[in-house]
């Protein structure tokens, strides 16, 4: 317990002590011969200027040297109680960071420990579904104010899969909430030694992705041929799948074939006398018939969760349970509720695909010509022997980290698509969210490339002018404490040169 804690203890009691002895009082019977008290005597001078005032000036003294002994201890306790104090709220915030980082799904995209991550989003120019890199957050301090990094939250960023979290920008969390989440963003920031560390092994992965571009390409071009082959099939495969549905129907409810409790799964009655063997609630019957109809199910329905389901189904007149699926059995009856309600959604992906196909095929279409222009363009390309004797005065290893450095810290803000995959990737430095760098834009806004240099290390600031004619934003990162002085000119030595 504290001493403020004790003091006010200390006070209450006395303060309860001082209104019972008041009630006390109140309740005492006088006696009928004490005179009242406007008839009574006062006290003598003598009195009053001796014993009754010795004692006030007693009381006053015993209160000051109360009030002098516990001040300077409380004087000195108090900034340990506040320093705590600051504490405990601090780790409380954590907590609720932690508790909206996990409610708001956060890790989904930058991972559960903030290390990056992917989120499935739309590539504006080809219509194609991808996955877009997010970035880690377990460092975004680093690059980032506090106040920076609070923007992107609240408003999030448009063309990307990032929302807008905070109420000013449509979002469902409050200010509060957004301090806690950036109070639990500043508590998993990764050591500094650790982001430098990381600087080899990311320049290491952008090299790779570059050597494997072609072939991811290609990789892009083939799966979208073939998602195109599987839309020009689904006529096919509604027609060899639309009347199932109501052939299980009559398979469960017709009298011939039916039980109640069959039945019941198309909430009607049975008003059969089928045979129930193992009495699992499908009849022998539909038991025996019911195998050939998984079968077509999985030789006409194309690849898809429900179809896997599927056939994994099976039915024995003789036996209750399934138990080849797991270590679990299955009621027959279950796993007809599973094939009725996989089928049905079979049955509406295919109808709904069939009625929208022209539709469809346009946009895969499209997005196949999308991702050949990108195979033959090869937008992503790096010439690293002409950039090493144009830059690097011949040196092709400085000028590989150059380009790793610049994918790895840049291109998701100045390359076109970057985020999206190689696929959708466009020139270096063709600009997305931040300006385009090419055809000497860097050098337009930076004569000077110590200027550049220092631009790149701090970043920007919002309102401060940067360059020629730049006016910050805080929008840009700075990487001073993320990457080494060698590794920012680099970086500034490429961008001068993007063609």
């Not at 939250?153 to 807008?164: E, L």
């Not at 709904?352 to 095929?361: F, Q, S």
């Not at 690293?384 to 610049?406: C, M």
């Not at 100045?414 to 090419?438: C, D, K, V, W």
């Amino acid at each position: 317990m504290g001493l403020g804690a004790v003091t006010l203890l200390i006070v209450a009691v006395a303060v309860i002590g001082w209104l019972a002895f008041l009630l006390r009082n109140t309740r005492v019977r006088h006696r009928a011969d004490v005179p009242p008290p406007n008839l009574t005597p006062y006290l003598t001078d003598d009195d009053l200027e001796v014993k009754r005032l010795d004692r006030v000036l007693l009381s006053a003294l015993i209160a000051v040297a109360v009030i002098a002994i516990v001040m300077p201890i409380y004087y000195l306790n108090e900034g340990t109680r506040q320093a705590a104090a600051t504490e405990h709220y601090a780790d409380v915030a954590v907590e609720r960071g932690h508790e909206w980082f996990i409610e708001y799904q956060c890790g989904n995209c930058h991972g559960a420990d903030g290390g990056g991550g992917g989120a499935v989003f739309v590539e504006a120019r080809s219509g194609l579904s991808t996955t877009w890199a997010a970035p880690s957050i377990d460092d975004v301090l680093y690059r980032y104010t506090v106040d920076e990094a609070r923007y992107w939250i609240v408003y999030g960023r448009a063309g990307t899969p990032m929302p807008a979290w905070g109420a000013e920008g449509g979002g469902p969390l409050n200010t509060q909430q957004i301090d806690e989440l950036l109070a639990y963003l500043d508590s998993i920031q990764i050591p500094q030694s650790e982001v430098l560390a990381a600087v080899d092994k990311r320049v290491e992965i952008e090299l790779t992705r570059l050597e494997g571009a072609d072939t991811a390409v290609a990789a892009a071009v083939t799966g979208q041929e073939a998602a195109i082959a599987a839309l020009e099939a689904v006529p096919g495969q509604y027609e060899a799948i639309r009347d199932l549905p109501r052939r299980l129907e009559s398979l469960l409810s017709d009298p011939a074939t039916c039980t109640e409790r069959s039945a019941a799964l198309f909430s009607t009655s049975c008003d059969g006398t089928a045979t129930d063997v193992d009495r699992d609630g499908l009849s022998d019957a539909a038991e025996i018939n019911l195998p050939a109809l998984v079968g077509q199910i999985v030789a006409s329905a194309p690849v898809s969760d429900a179809r896997n389901a599927i056939e994994k189904l099976e039915f024995d007149p003789s036996l209750a349970f399934t138990t080849s699926s797991g270590a679990t059995p299955i009621p027959d009856l279950d796993s007809a509720q599973l094939l009725l309600t996989d089928l049905a959604t079979i049955e509406r992906d295919l109808r709904l695909t069939a009625g929208n196909l022209d539709l469809l095929l346009a946009a895969a279409q499209d997005g196949l010509t999308a991702v050949v222009a990108a195979r033959d363009a090869r937008r992503y390309a790096v010439d690293i022997p002409a950039l090493a004797a144009e830059t690097f005065g011949g040196d092709e290893a400085q000028a590989e980290r150059a380009v790793g450095l610049y994918n790895a810290y840049c291109a998701r803000c100045h390359t076109a698509g970057y985020s999206a995959g190689i696929a959708f990737t466009q020139e270096a430095g063709s600009g997305a969210m931040g300006p385009s760098l090419r055809e000497g834009r860097s050098v337009v806004q930076f004569p000077n490339i110590d200027d550049h240099y220092d631009f790149v290390v701090g970043g920007s600031t919002n309102g401060v002018q940067y360059g020629v004619n730049g006016v910050g934003r805080g929008w840009m990162p700075g990487f001073g404490a993320m990457l080494t002085e060698a590794d920012i000119m680099l970086i500034v030595q490429y961008e001068r040169t993007l063609p």
